[in-house]
């Protein structure tokens, strides 16, 4: 409702159902972008549009920090053992796992 954005990410698994092109909130995984960047801050601040930053700086950086660390993510999620393998080795980052994709990919964060 205002200025600030958020760059929501969500996998959708395939096994588990049949939509075409989900929206966001029906994927079985979900999480914010700033949670795969090692700057949060900054990514957070880029996406805050209430903030004074150069809109080619803006442009530049988000471009890169989707580049350096979103794609490669959302390609490594495509192959199920990388994607089980990810979500055992994460701790602390809030990621929503939708009920049935737990049992489907043995998450054991059971969080």
Request: glycine residues 8%; hydrophobic residues 45%.
């Amino acid at each position: 409702w205002g200025r600030r954005f958020y760059l929501n990410l969500g996998i959708y698994l395939r096994e588990l159902g049949d939509r075409e092109r989900p929206c966001e909130y029906h994927c079985h995984l979900r999480l914010r972008a700033p949670e795969l960047v090692p700057d949060r801050g900054r990514l957070e601040a880029l996406l805050d549009f209430e903030r004074r930053v150069a809109e080619e700086e803006r442009l530049r950086e988000l471009a890169a920090l989707v580049e350096r660390w979103v794609v490669p993510w959302l390609q490594a999620m495509s192959d199920p053992a990388a994607m089980r393998a990810w979500l055992d080795a994460q701790r602390g980052i809030a990621v929503l796992i939708a009920p049935e994709a737990r049992g489907l990919l043995g998450d054991g964060r059971r969080s």
